[in-house]
């Protein structure tokens, strides 16, 4: 199956700052990915993805990357703030199945 | 509209016993899966639906069955349950499998096995 790598697993930034988010995959038929928030004791929730046919996709404050060729794509957040503190998870799509990430623990020091 | 509703919220177990988490959405989507998350794990695909009448298995389906009762409610069952299955479990649903097609959570049930 897939196998998904993220990095780091823990991020700690300054409140204004820009935190960027990781992931690697093996399978080049990957075709969707996307990015999920979770606070502490909820849901994940989606908040952006991107499909492999865009390399860039932007909404607001938050921006993913995607190189198909290396199989990395990432999350940048610019101007952060203490609410978004939280875990971060990438996910990839492969046939009917995803694939998440370990997460990352992104603190957002005020 | 609630989304993807599970149930319970909470469970405690004794190694052996067995029980069903009920999982359930009102948003008329054909997909549906079930994951278990763990510590420094993420979350792992147990089963999914890919469709009404249709089920499959994730990365980790053993000691579960599923059932998808019809399309809007997709079951987990847990025969005899095991101290290594604990852990929260998490109810998504979808419009359809295939890209771009994000999935939509329910709130999780917190199973412990004892």
């Known amino acids: 199956g897939e196998n998904v790598e993220q990095h780091p697993s823990t991020l700690s930034v300054q409140e204004g700052d820009s935190a960027v988010i990781k992931c690697t995959y093996s399978?080049?038929?990957?075709?969707?990915f996307p990015w999920y928030k979770q606070e502490l004791g909820k849901r994940p929730q989606l908040i952006i993805d991107i499909r492999s046919n865009v390399g860039e996709k932007k909404d607001q404050r938050i921006a993913v990357t995607l190189n198909k060729t290396a199989k990395h794509f990432s999350l940048h957040i610019t101007e952060t703030q203490p609410e978004d503190s939280a875990v971060y998870f990438c996910a990839v799509n492969t046939g009917n199945q995803f694939y998440f990430g370990t997460g990352t623990s992104l603190t957002v020091i005020p | 509209n609630a989304g993807v509703t599970q149930t319970p919220k909470f469970q405690v177990l004794k190694t052996g016993q067995s029980m069903t988490l009920q999982c359930a959405q009102d948003m008329n989507h054909n997909s549906m899966y079930w994951y278990r998350q763990d510590p420094g794990m993420g979350l792992r695909l147990i089963y999914y639906s890919a469709s009404e009448g249709t089920t499959d298995k994730g990365e980790v389906p053993n000691g579960y069955n599923v059932s998808r009762l019809n399309k809007r409610e997709f079951s987990l069952r847990l025969e005899s349950a095991a101290p290594s299955q604990t852990s929260v479990y998490f109810c998504?649903?979808?419009?359809?499998?295939?890209?771009?097609?994000?999935?939509?959570f329910g709130d999780g049930t917190r199973l412990s096995i004892l």
């Open positions: 998504a649903s979808a419009p359809t499998t295939g890209p771009g097609k994000p999935q939509h």
């Open positions: 399978d080049s038929a990957s075709n969707y």
